[in-house]
């Protein structure tokens, strides 16, 4: 499994870099696996409509969507506790949506 990061301006143009940028040949993901918004009766509009959108843009890239839903916070497998490198709000965001792409 190869990773990827990407530096946008907002989450939806993050997920269409990465579903554009991602694969290796003519091996590609098929697959967005997406975490279930709980909040999206408590916030703006305008997330909801973002969230909304990036389902959509995977379905006119034919991928398919998964949406996650767990009743605990889902770990990051292979991040070190002690790990202190990175940027906090990346983390932050990352750990909220938990974008996860498979072959």
Known sequence: ??????????????????????????VRPNTLVLGFKNDWQNVHDDKVDEYVNIIKDAFELKYGVAILRVNDNLE?????????????????MINYYDILSSF
């Open 76 to 92: 990051m497998a292979g991040e070190d506790e002690d790990s202190s490198s990175g940027d906090e709000e990346v983390r932050k």
């Open 1 to 26: 499994m190869f990773s990827l990061t990407v530096a946008a301006p907002n989450f939806r143009a993050g997920v269409q870099s990465m579903l554009g940028l991602t694969g290796l040949g003519k």
